[in-house]
């Protein structure tokens, strides 16, 4: 790696242990430490108190996590105790909180897990959500370019510096010399308007935020990782040790499998699901509307989904994509030591959060009464726009 820039996740890496994990005598992360804002519950109990999920964004006030809201307003968690929280806006807060056991669940991208396993956390991924990759390069309208070595010596924008994590495994594989690239941390949730107001040349989004931006005023070109990338996506990771305790995997997946529910229900009617999530966040509704709603959640839809033809069903995880992402950030340095998917991905819970009974799922989706405004909306047309903005 001689001759190359130090990477932001490196300097991270060197940091996260000795800085951002300050902990107490009895080796519980304070909330002063993370900046959390004391809202994180302490240790848990077992085999779990309230089971906590860690949003990887620092706000749940977004389309990306239907399935939850959806599988708690049909009652599919079936009495289990769980809650969501936002986290903090730092993007490596989702393993380090679920590493120290002050969130039970995250949901980082592939590149901020392979953070955590750079940093020696136990974690492993039990549940794929992003079976295409979301991620996607922003332009100003008619400055896209379709050859991304193009962004060699260019400036690319993100919402937090863990991102580079992100972007440098997926433009690797795409040719680019990523120590050409220059990253500029534009802060969350400013880091589209400061593309659309002339800053940098190209920005990081994701599929579903491309239409949360459109309802905010922000258009772009967009290169399309779901059309141009086999990298994975985002996914569900837990403590190692979790998977060794029988009481613990039980729980897992029966809550895994109310996910599971929640994203079949999704499929079947995705205005139902986005009115799940509307209900919980008004002022999210109101600005982003049934319209714009309805497709970001079609562009999620077709990432968590991906080919379920080839899939062992919602969460699997494809140990040759998985495996593929491992060695791209092993050639360019991201991780200094190789990963073997299989030794932190498994599938083995898998099976039992698809054991559910399809039929009723579907049914509950086609019974689901939708509001005027939702019902109104032509589904196979939204369908059909879904990649205009593509370049």
Same mark, same amino acid.
């Given at each position: 790696?001689?001759?190359?820039?130090?990477?932001?996740?490196?300097?991270?890496?060197?940091? +996260?242990?000795?800085?951002?994990?300050?902990?107490?005598?009895?080796? !519980?992360?304070?909330?002063?430490?993370?900046?959390?804002?004391?809202?994180?519950?302490?240790?848990?109990?077992?085999?779990?108190?309230?089971?906590?999920? *860690?949003?990887?964004?620092?706000? %749940?006030?977004?389309?990306?996590?239907?399935?939850?809201?959806?599988?708690?307003?049909?009652?599919?968690?079936?009495?289990?105790?769980?809650?969501?929280?936002?986290?903090?806006?730092?993007?490596?807060?989702?393993? #380090?909180?679920? @590493?120290?056991?002050?969130? @039970?669940?995250?949901?980082?991208?592939?590149?901020?897990?392979?953070?955590?396993?750079?940093?020696?956390?136990? %974690?492993?991924?039990?549940?794929?959500?992003?079976?295409?990759?979301?991620?996607?390069?922003?332009?100003?309208?008619?400055?896209?370019?379709?050859?991304?070595?193009?962004?060699?010596?260019?400036?690319?924008?993100?919402?937090?510096?863990?991102? $580079?994590?992100?972007?440098?495994?997926? %433009?690797?594989?795409?040719?680019?010399?990523?120590?050409?690239? #220059?990253?500029?941390?534009?802060? /969350?949730?400013?880091?589209?308007?400061?593309? =659309?107001?002339?800053?940098?040349?190209?920005?990081?989004? /994701?599929?579903?935020?491309?239409?949360?931006?459109?309802?905010?005023? %922000?258009?772009?070109?967009? /290169?399309?990782?779901?059309?141009?990338?086999?990298?994975?996506?985002?996914?569900?990771?837990?403590?190692?040790?979790?998977?060794?305790? +029988?009481?613990?995997? =039980?729980?897992?997946?029966?809550?895994?499998?109310?996910?599971?529910?929640?994203?079949?229900?999704?499929?079947?009617?995705?205005?139902?699901?986005?009115?799940?999530?509307?209900?919980?966040?008004?002022?999210?509704?109101?600005?982003?509307?049934?319209?714009?709603?309805?497709?970001?959640?079609?562009? $999620?839809?077709?990432?968590?989904?991906?080919?379920?033809?080839?899939?062992?069903?919602?969460?699997?995880?494809?140990?040759?994509?998985?495996?593929?992402?491992?060695?791209?950030?092993? $050639? *360019?340095?991201?991780?200094?030591?190789?990963?073997?998917?299989?030794?932190?991905?498994?599938?083995?819970?898998?099976?039992?959060?698809?054991?559910?009974?399809?039929?009723?799922?579907? =049914?509950?989706?086609?019974?689901?009464?939708? +509001?005027?405004?939702?019902?109104?909306?032509? !589904?196979?047309?939204?369908?059909?726009?879904?990649?205009?903005?593509?370049?």
């Amino acid at each position: 790696m001689t001759g190359k820039k130090p990477s932001i996740l490196n300097m991270q890496a060197r940091m +996260s242990r000795r800085h951002f994990l300050q902990v107490t005598g009895g080796g !519980v992360v304070t909330a002063t430490a993370l900046g959390a804002g004391g809202y994180l519950t302490p240790a848990r109990a077992e085999p779990y108190d309230t089971f906590t999920w *860690i949003s990887p964004r620092g706000t %749940l006030e977004v389309l990306d996590d239907y399935p939850f809201w959806i599988a708690k307003k049909m009652g599919y968690f079936d009495g289990l105790d769980t809650e969501m929280q936002p986290g903090p806006s730092d993007g490596t807060a989702t393993v #380090k909180f679920v @590493d120290v056991g002050q969130a @039970d669940m995250g949901f980082p991208s592939p590149g901020v897990f392979s953070f955590a396993l750079q940093n020696g956390m136990k %974690l492993k991924s039990v549940f794929h959500m992003g079976a295409r990759d979301t991620f996607s390069i922003a332009f100003r309208k008619g400055e896209g370019v379709s050859d991304l070595k193009q962004l060699e010596g260019k400036t690319m924008l993100l919402g937090s510096a863990a991102w $580079q994590a992100i972007v440098d495994p997926m %433009l690797a594989a795409q040719g680019v010399d990523v120590s050409k690239v #220059k990253y500029v941390e534009a802060g /969350w949730p400013t880091w589209g308007t400061a593309l =659309a107001g002339g800053q940098g040349d190209a920005a990081l989004a /994701w599929e579903g935020l491309r239409a949360e931006w459109i309802a905010t005023g %922000l258009e772009f070109d967009y /290169w399309l990782g779901v059309q141009n990338s086999n990298l994975p996506a985002n996914t569900f990771i837990v403590r190692s040790a979790d998977l060794e305790d +029988s009481d613990r995997v =039980a729980f897992l997946q029966k809550y895994l499998r109310a996910w599971a529910m929640g994203l079949e229900f999704g499929y079947q009617n995705p205005r139902a699901a986005v009115e799940a999530v509307f209900e919980q966040f008004p002022t999210f509704a109101k600005n982003t509307g049934p319209e714009l709603g309805t497709t970001s959640i079609l562009q $999620q839809i077709n990432v968590f989904r991906g080919d379920m033809d080839q899939r062992e069903g919602w969460g699997w995880h494809d140990m040759a994509s998985w495996q593929s992402f491992f060695d791209q950030i092993h $050639q *360019i340095g991201q991780i200094s030591d190789p990963v073997k998917a299989e030794d932190v991905c498994t599938n083995e819970l898998i099976g039992p959060a698809n054991d559910f009974d399809h039929a009723k799922v579907k =049914a509950d989706a086609d019974a689901y009464e939708l +509001s005027e405004d939702f019902a109104k909306l032509d !589904v196979d047309n939204i369908k059909s726009h879904m990649f205009d903005d593509a370049i």
